[in-house]
């Protein structure tokens, strides 16, 4: 039994209701960038991922492999990424972020953390930390990659 006034939630009803509040938010700080949240999603993937190739980064994103190109060239005409040969296969791609990229990140980075803490501003840090860490585990799960045993040290 929760000691909350009001009892939990239906769990769809929640993430709804939390994913319209992040992209209240978030949204507004994207609209400099190619794509919006995509040319943000990318831009992370391709600082914070050892991706190897373009096929990899439409996988790990959820994005067509048809329709990730068309968001790649966006974000290169906008000198944010480049691609380069990948590692042992020159007809492939590696998506790169470039100087201005990486700068143009940190700083949507910043503003992004402090949107994420208004929007997880019912939750302590701690909370907020565990929070973002299950939620972590859960759309891993959901995308199918292997994990550890829940619970385990190494889930951290």
Request: proline share 6%; hydrophobic share 35%; net charge negative.
């Amino acid at each position: 039994m929760s000691s909350d006034p009001e009892p939990d939630c239906d769990l769809g009803w929640s993430i709804g209701m939390l994913q319209r509040r992040y992209r209240s938010e978030v949204d507004t700080h994207m609209e400099r960038l190619p794509r919006g949240s995509r040319g943000y999603q990318l831009l992370y993937a391709v600082i914070h991922k050892e991706l190897p190739n373009q096929l990899a980064l439409s996988e790990y994103l959820g994005i067509d492999r048809t329709v990730l190109p068309y968001v790649i060239d966006d974000l290169v005409e906008d000198g944010l990424v480049e691609r380069r040969p990948a590692d042992g296969d020159r007809r492939a791609r590696k998506i790169v972020a470039t100087e201005r990229g990486r700068s143009v990140f940190s700083d949507l980075e910043q503003v992004v953390g402090n949107a994420e803490d208004v929007v997880l501003g019912a939750l302590a840090p701690p909370e907020r930390d565990l929070f973002r860490h299950l939620l972590s585990r859960l759309a891993r799960q959901a995308r199918g990659e292997p994990r550890a045993h829940a619970g385990s040290e190494t889930d951290l």
